[in-house]
């Protein structure tokens, strides 16, 4: 007997039984009437009205995605109706939720358990663009927008841009036999709407020689949202097996991205001024931010996989998985507006073939003893023609830049043993290996900005734990965990030595700024971990979580990337004061800190310190009445500090110690959520939801000290400091069976 009839056989002698208890006492037949009841599926309905209030800059976080963004009183609607055949044994589930708003999801699905399945869901989000946008730009989402400048900053008209998904997803499923399922699944999403993007251009007196530009000094940054209608389409199809020892399934999945959009094409009026300069953009320089600029462009990947696991004892368990991608991205460049590809070339001719395969191995010869190793192989093969695509001419040379398709061989290794000491100790070791081998560029004209790359990586680490029962009410555990990440020399991209193979001290030697990536460096990490599980009462609860961790760069190089650091502290409560009211809280500190060698002189450093703190209450003073209120306070920081560099110069030096580096960026938010309910009876009852949310920004990188970013048409870019926000939502709430 399977499981579900083993299920529905429970069910039947549990209603046989109270069956005849009702028939021979009738107290027995009011027990029977509740746990029916129970049995029984339920449905719902709430609707219901919300008001917000302030406008649309007062809302602009709290309403990015929760469809409270645009008007002031909304619908609410969610339902649920749940139906069982008891004859035929099948369900019927049909739900909405947030039916009054632009976040809305219904959903649909009917089945026979153990037999099979079919559903249909729909949703929809829109995210809106937290900032104010005041412009002159016509068109603004278009594929074709007309810059147009304003006189004055802020006496242009404001833009909303947002981004609308809307989501199809049909399905089903059929036990063809006992042991095996089939699958089949179909997604599709469109996107459309218009996102912050832009374009700038900077000249310069290899430009001007290069008839570019005819001043030397301009520049230019322009506000050109970029237009979003695009597709993505997802269809998957699997076989699943499932025996006494062997668990396997196998199948296709495919994804298909399409763009109505393929370029952005800006018209630049040539009596544009650049408040800059107090003059008419160069006519080079307006030639420039006029160009076609490419959107993502069509593409698609096919992957055939399959996985599972075998059991080869009941202590002996290996899991494994295959999988082969086929992804292309080939649309034709003329067709969309697209010239001066290469000769012969029509489209990027773009593939990328992966193939994966894992195997994984879990044991346990002892009962105090489990044993686990991992194995790893990940092949990208980047098929795509290397082709000239950019040639730049200046006053002393001409460079030809070509694409740079990466390939990569992936090998990663994980072994792991834990085992049960006397006294209530557990310890755990482990080690981890990853061995990266990367295709490097044919020549240095593939990579700019750069003065070496690294063919090999390898990282080796390790990983300790010792966890301890220290009683019933305490459990405790401290990690430790460090690796260490060597390579291959470097090929050297410095135009003395292109293409050689050099140690990283011989390219410093040969270039004193050399700049080598940060992912293919020499690098030190080491973590610690304290955790801790206490119960000093059965009513209280707590966690305690404590983590540091370091990274070093070991490269030869004073610039670029320098170290790294990582801390956590966390506290997690929980308080029962009766079977009636419950107490939560939280408090976390985390903090993030980067140095990097800036190449003109500088060291960034660049810290994050992110707090937290949550209160949490829910309880039931009446049988009629329950109640919950949660306060959270968030405050994120992001400071741009500046360390002086030996290599700095004096008029430099002395303007970094004035400035003391960029201020701090930060993000502050309190929001308290309160919500009561009220039963009428046993079937309605009434809701009541207040929200009020509190939030300050600080970020300069959109204005500062009350000047907003200012474009070179005088668009700009800001959002409102201070925003403060309350909902008020008031809804019905009917249960029927």
């Given at each position: 007997?399977?499981?579900?009839?083993?299920?529905?056989?429970?069910?039947?002698?549990?209603?046989?039984?109270?069956?005849?208890?009702?028939?021979?006492?009738?107290?027995?037949?009011?027990?029977?009437?509740?746990?029916?009841?129970?049995?029984?599926?339920?449905?719902?309905?709430?609707?219901?009205?919300?008001?917000?209030?302030?406008?649309?800059?007062?809302?602009?976080?709290?309403?990015?995605?929760?469809?409270?963004?645009?008007?002031?009183?909304?619908?609410?609607?969610?339902?649920?109706?749940?139906?069982?055949?008891?004859?035929?044994?099948?369900?019927?589930?049909?739900?909405?939720?947030?039916?009054?708003?632009?976040?809305?999801?219904?959903?649909?699905?009917?089945?026979?358990?153990?037999?099979?399945?079919?559903?249909?869901?729909?949703?929809?989000?829109?995210?809106?663009?937290?900032?104010?946008?005041?412009?002159?730009?016509?068109?603004?989402?278009?594929?074709?927008?007309?810059?147009?400048?304003?006189?004055?900053?802020?006496?242009?008209?404001?833009?909303?841009?947002?981004?609308?998904?809307?989501?199809?997803?049909?399905?089903?499923?059929?036990?063809?036999?006992?042991?095996?399922?089939?699958?089949?699944?179909?997604?599709?999403?469109?996107?459309?709407?218009?996102?912050?993007?832009?374009?700038?251009?900077?000249?310069?007196?290899?430009?001007?020689?290069?008839?570019?530009?005819?001043?030397?000094?301009?520049?230019?940054?322009?506000?050109?949202?970029?237009?979003?209608?695009?597709?993505?389409?997802?269809?998957?199809?699997?076989?699943?097996?499932?025996?006494?020892?062997?668990?396997?399934?196998?199948?296709?999945?495919?994804?298909?991205?399409?763009?109505?959009?393929?370029?952005?094409?800006?018209?630049?009026?040539?009596?544009?001024?650049?408040?800059?300069?107090?003059?008419?953009?160069?006519?080079?320089?307006?030639?420039?931010?006029?160009?076609?600029?490419?959107?993502?462009?069509?593409?698609?990947?096919?992957?055939?996989?399959?996985?599972?696991?075998?059991?080869?004892?009941?202590?002996?368990?290996?899991?494994?998985?295959?999988?082969?991608?086929?992804?292309?991205?080939?649309?034709?460049?003329?067709?969309?507006?697209?010239?001066?590809?290469?000769?012969?070339?029509?489209?990027?001719?773009?593939?990328?073939?992966?193939?994966?395969?894992?195997?994984?191995?879990?044991?346990?010869?002892?009962?105090?003893?489990?044993?686990?190793?991992?194995?790893?192989?990940?092949?990208?093969?980047?098929?795509?023609?290397?082709?000239?695509?950019?040639?730049?001419?200046?006053?002393?040379?001409?460079?030809?830049?070509?694409?740079?398709?990466?390939?990569?061989?992936?090998?990663?290794?994980?072994?792991?043993?834990?085992?049960?000491?006397?006294?209530?100790?557990?310890?755990?070791?482990?080690?981890?290996?990853?061995?990266?081998?990367?295709?490097?560029?044919?020549?240095?004209?593939?990579?700019?900005?750069?003065?070496?790359?690294?063919?090999?990586?390898?990282?080796?680490?390790?990983?300790?734990?010792?966890?301890?029962?220290?009683?019933?009410?305490?459990?405790?555990a401290i990690s430790y965990s460090s690796s260490r990440r060597s390579g291959s020399d470097w090929y050297s991209l410095l135009s003395a030595s292109t293409g050689q193979i050099l140690t990283d001290n011989a390219i410093v030697a040969a270039s004193a700024n050399a700049i080598f990536p940060a992912f293919l460096a020499d690098r030190e990490r080491d973590k610690v971990k304290l955790s801790a599980d206490w119960s000093p009462m059965e009513m209280l609860s707590l966690q305690f979580v404590i983590e540091d961790g370091k990274d070093k760069n070991n490269s030869a190089g004073t610039k670029g990337f320098r170290d790294s650091g990582v801390s956590l502290y966390s506290l997690d409560a929980a308080l029962t004061l009766s079977e009636k009211w419950k107490l939560t809280?939280?408090?976390?500190?985390?903090?993030?800190?980067?140095?990097?060698?800036?190449?003109?002189?500088?060291?960034?450093?660049?810290?994050?310190?992110?707090?937290?703190?949550?209160?949490?209450?829910?309880?039931?003073?009446?049988?009629?009445?329950?109640?919950?209120?949660?306060?959270?306070?968030?405050?994120?920081?992001?400071?741009?500090?500046?360390?002086?560099?030996?290599?700095?110069?004096?008029?430099?030096?002395?303007?970094?110690?004035a400035s003391g580096g960029l201020p701090d960026v930060t993000f502050r938010q309190t929001a308290l959520k309160l919500f009561g309910t009220y039963a009428l009876d046993k079937t309605s009852s009434m809701r009541v939801d207040l929200i009020h949310q509190r939030t300050k920004l600080d970020e300069w990188t959109w204005g500062y000290n009350g000047v907003p970013f200012t474009y070179v048409d005088n668009t700009t870019v800001s959002q409102q400091s201070h925003q403060n926000v309350t909902f008020l939502g008031v809804s019905y709430r009917l249960k029927f069976q």
């Open positions: 007997m399977n499981s579900d009839n083993k299920l529905h056989a429970g069910f039947s002698r549990k209603i046989i039984v109270l069956a005849v208890l009702a028939a021979l006492n009738p107290a027995y037949a009011e027990e029977g009437d509740d746990v029916a009841q129970l049995i029984k599926p339920e449905s719902m309905v709430s609707a219901g009205v919300g008001v917000v209030s302030g406008d649309s800059k007062d809302r602009a976080q709290f309403g990015q995605y929760n469809g409270l963004r645009k008007d002031n009183v909304y619908g609410l609607l969610d339902f649920s109706y749940v139906s069982r055949n008891d004859a035929t044994g099948t369900w019927i589930n049909l739900e909405g939720r947030n039916l009054g708003l632009d976040s809305r999801e219904l959903s649909f699905s009917h089945q026979k358990q153990g037999d099979w399945k079919y559903f249909a869901e729909y949703s929809e989000l829109v995210k809106r663009n937290p900032y104010t946008i005041n412009t002159g730009l016509q068109g603004a989402g278009t594929t074709t927008p007309t810059v147009v400048g304003l006189t004055t900053p802020g006496t242009g008209a404001n833009v909303d841009l947002k981004i609308k998904r809307q989501s199809i997803a049909v399905g089903g499923e059929k036990w063809i036999t006992p042991n095996l399922l089939f699958e089949m699944n179909f997604k599709n999403e469109d996107k459309d709407g218009a996102r912050v993007f832009g374009k700038g251009f900077a000249c310069s007196n290899n430009w001007v020689a290069a008839g570019s530009c005819t001043a030397a000094t301009q520049f230019a940054l322009l506000l050109l949202p970029e237009p979003i209608n695009s597709t993505i389409r997802q269809f998957e199809t699997k076989l699943s097996y499932a025996g006494d020892k062997l668990n396997i399934n196998g199948g296709y999945y495919g994804s298909f991205y399409t763009n109505a959009n393929s370029t952005l094409t800006p018209n630049i009026p040539s009596g544009l001024n650049n408040p800059n300069f107090g003059a008419p953009l160069d006519a080079g320089l307006r030639n420039t931010l006029a160009l076609p600029v490419a959107l993502p462009p069509d593409n698609q990947a096919h992957q055939f996989y399959v996985a599972g696991n075998y059991a080869f004892t009941p202590k002996v368990r290996t899991t494994f998985k295959f999988s082969y991608t086929h992804a292309t991205q080939n649309e034709d460049f003329a067709s969309n507006g697209l010239t001066g590809a290469p000769a012969g070339v029509s489209n990027l001719g773009g593939v990328l073939n992966t193939t994966l395969a894992q195997l994984g191995l879990t044991a346990r010869p002892t009962s105090n003893l489990s044993l686990l190793a991992n194995l790893k192989y990940e092949n990208k093969k980047d098929k795509t023609p290397i082709a000239v695509y950019n040639v730049e001419t200046t006053t002393t040379a001409t460079t030809y830049f070509s694409n740079n398709p990466t390939s990569e061989e992936k090998i990663i290794g994980k072994l792991e043993a834990s085992y049960r000491l006397p006294a209530d100790f557990r310890a755990t070791l482990g080690a981890d290996y990853e061995s990266i081998n990367r295709s490097l560029p044919v020549s240095s004209t593939e990579i700019a900005g750069l003065s070496a790359l690294r063919g090999k990586t390898e990282e080796v680490g390790f990983r300790a734990e010792l966890r301890h029962s220290l009683s019933e009410t305490l459990n405790g809280a939280y408090a976390s500190r985390g903090e993030q800190t980067l140095h990097v060698n800036h190449s003109t002189g500088y060291v960034a450093d660049l810290t994050n310190v992110n707090e937290t703190v949550g209160l949490g209450v829910v309880g039931k003073p009446t049988s009629r009445i329950e109640f919950g209120a949660n306060l959270n306070f968030l405050n994120d920081r992001n400071r741009y500090g500046q360390v002086q560099d030996a290599a700095l110069s004096a008029a430099n030096r002395t303007f970094l110690a």
